[in-house]
């Protein structure tokens, strides 16, 4: 008796560890990456996994033509993001001057990959007009085309970098490293939208729909006017399910508005299936497999876009020509 009842107990007590460990998998695999979750508030998220991306397009085996300043930066720190970054987040902050010195939208930025922590940190005192110290970390403040670029080294493999007027940003993103063990912390955008992103998906952004377009209260792409709410809200993802799929979602105000957003969308992918020659370096042979491949529906207040992106258009993508300094931003 006294055996069986140790027996029932050991089971029941490896249930319930496998019962814990399978919510804790399911909470990490649900949450958003870490990178993400350290963000301050924003406009707009977008975030790069770069691990799956670099072996299906194989970008960090390709020859870089690099920008002088990037160069140099490779030089002092061993540090080559193609090749070294992992992940990478940006949030979007909305300027209330687009003619200030961070014109439309300025960025802060979690990378994580592989640094070496001595020559970064080098690199960064050389730089630096101002040294803070925050939240046990040290804040550098790198003047820049009128701008103060302020980056700080968050552990072994994580660096900050926020590029706006003040330092509540990269000062909110010290804080939230502090509790990035809690699975579902990080910004109201991400509480309110992250689980509409697909899962296991390698890219995808949420936010404001005119941001990356315009800052005049309207939305051109290829100079054609788009009938898009400037405050639209997007979900738009890649995921690798055999082959990369790309989802955008806009979420608008009406029913009417998401419709008269996928018939404009409809009318701009047939424009662009009639054209030639729209991205240097990429051949139409290229573009029609995904041009081919798009779908566009409107259900109640939403205008969704699908399409298969094909490996090889990826690969010519995103092989950059000239990469910018990744502290100085300069492009």
Known sequence: MRIRRRTRITIAVVVVILLMLAAAFYLRVKAPPEAARLLPESDGIVYLNLLPLRKVSHFDQHPVAHDP???????????QFERDLDAVAFALHRMPNPAGPNGPVAFSEVFEGHFDGRKLTHYLEGLATVQESYAGHTIYSIPSDGRTVRVTILGYDMVAVSNTPSAEQIHSILDRYRSAALPFSGSSLLTDHYEEVPLLSLAWGIGEIGLPFGDSGEVSVMGIRLPVNF?????????????????????????????????????LVSFVRNAQGLIPGVTDADLKPLLDSIQIEHRKDRATLRATIPPQLLERLVVPGKLPSPVTGKQ
């Open 69 to 79: 300043d990037y160069q140099s930066f490779i030089d002092a720190t061993g540090i």
């Open 231 to 267: 405050d639209s809200m997007f979900i738009a993802s890649v995921r690798w399910t055999g082959s990369l799929h790309l989802r955008v979602d806009e979420i608008a105000q009406t029913e009417e508005a998401a419709a008269s957003s996928a018939e404009s969308v409809k009318a």
